[in-house]
């Protein structure tokens, strides 16, 4: 605050002493602030809900998901069109220089140089072998698609969060874990000091101290620096522009037993979201052979059409002729030729898909099984490197009074500090793979919205 001060005394100072322009307050006014906004980055802790949240509103694969479902929607509302008459209007006027149609006797006393001519005809399908039909049911399956891919979007987005938080974290605890063991080092350079001041050690134990020391400064700052890409990287993905000082809230947390929470594996796959999609893919195949099948049927379509016909200066009498028509199209070649083996052709696609789905859906399976597995793995990782936590801990304690009471020597004193920055490097590790782990297990069986 002090230093703030400072800066607002100094402006103060300014404005007595000489005339500043608006551009200099706003630039005055904004570096004041930055630092202010320091200060508050600095109590800045990420929440994982919050992430999440902010995520979903910045996504374009979420955006256009949504416009992707306005426009099966619209194409849904095209195919619901053709149910009704098609009306069209035409209209044309000519004048000519010269009489268009010279003068005949006791018939056309005047030439004619010009004439205009206006109508409208509606048409109304009455049977086209359910081409129609198919078509609209296709754009109505295609709306249905594009929503389920719009939710896989939203999946995506959670899950890359989660992984984008998750390696925050991790890199945030081990960041934590190595100034643990540069804080242990610093006091045993320390007594090392101390030690030689007293003429009690060689000089080469304490340059032991200080070689180790070195190599966790050097891990510190690539530590520090992973820490400030993963939050960067975690920041553009959601929207936001944060602070280096920023944390994220979590930390290592105790896991809840797999065998509660995920005592076997979800292989339900009537209500994945992947699934429908498959599932889709074989009904889409199937009306579009029904449509190409149409093509093959006859087409009855009927209509009415009404002209009116005249003159401009009146030379001959206006004329109003309405009229209806019907017609019957057989695509009779069809039967045999081109028309047949493009339904052949489809028949054959509609095979590929059906085998497509069988591969598809025993993929989605192993992928279900090997993302269970996996969870599997990282929870027993979790414990076993708990478990070697506890021992390096604990090794490194007797170490230390086994030093200080001249049993061992110092390498074996560094060589469990060692291990037991290394056994809290494993940890961390362990906690985050599980969190990962666990996030796609949960995106794979489309659950991550629960």
Request: with cysteine.
């Amino acid at each position: 605050m002090k230093k703030y001060q400072k800066l607002i005394k100094m402006f103060n100072n300014s404005m007595k002493n000489m005339q500043l322009n608006n551009s200099t307050l706003v630039i005055t006014w904004c570096i004041l602030g930055f630092l202010s906004c320091g200060n508050l980055f600095a109590q800045q802790k990420l929440n994982l809900k919050e992430l999440k949240e902010a995520a979903l509103s910045y996504s374009n694969d979420i955006k256009n998901g949504k416009i992707r479902i306005e426009q099966a929607e619209a194409a849904k509302r095209e195919a619901i069109a053709n149910y009704f008459p098609q009306i069209s209007a035409t209209g044309i006027g000519i004048y000519g220089f010269d009489d268009i149609i010279t003068p005949i006797p006791d018939v056309l006393p005047k030439g004619i140089d010009n004439f205009y001519q206006a109508g409208a005809m509606a048409t109304e399908v009455l049977y086209s072998g359910g081409k129609i039909r198919n078509s609209s049911n296709l754009a109505s399956l295609q709306a249905e698609i594009r929503t389920i891919q719009a939710e896989q979007a939203i999946d995506s987005v959670i899950l890359n969060t989660e992984q984008k938080y998750w390696e925050l974290v991790q890199a945030q605890e081990q960041l934590i874990s190595i100034e643990a063991s540069k804080t242990y080092l610093d006091e045993l350079l320390k007594q090392q000091q101390d030690l030689l001041a007293a003429g009690l050690i060689a000089k080469n134990q304490l340059l032991k101290v200080r070689v180790n020391r070195s190599q966790v400064l050097l891990q510190q700052s690539k530590l520090g620096n992973q820490r400030k890409l993963a939050l960067l990287d975690l920041g553009l993905y959601v929207g936001k522009v944060y602070d280096t000082t920023a944390v994220a809230a979590e930390t290592i947390q105790q896991i809840t037993p797999l065998n509660l929470k995920y005592a076997e594996p979800d292989l339900d796959l009537k209500n994945n979201n992947y699934y429908k999609l498959l599932e889709k893919s074989i009904t889409a195949s199937q009306l579009q052979s029904k449509s190409t099948r149409a093509d093959l049927l006859p087409q009855v379509s009927v209509g009415v059409n009404a002209g009116y016909f005249g003159s401009f200066n009146n030379v001959f009498e206006s004329t109003f002729s309405p009229i209806a028509f019907g017609i019957v199209s057989i695509p009779i070649s069809d039967w045999w030729g081109a028309g047949r083996q493009k339904v052949k052709q489809r028949e054959l696609d509609e095979q590929i898909a059906q085998n497509n789905f069988e591969d598809n859906k025993d993929e989605l399976t192993i992928g279900i099984l090997k993302s269970w597995y996996s969870l599997m793995d990282a929870d027993k990782q979790i414990d076993y490197a708990e478990e070697n936590r506890a021992y390096a801990e604990e090794n490194l304690k007797v170490q230390r009074d086994n030093y200080n009471s001249g049993l061992n020597n110092l390498a074996d004193l560094l060589d469990a500090q060692q291990q037991k920055e290394m056994a809290e490097t494993e940890y961390v590790d362990a906690y985050a793979n599980y969190r990962i782990a666990e996030s796609r297990y949960i995106f794979i069986i489309d659950s991550l919205k629960d």
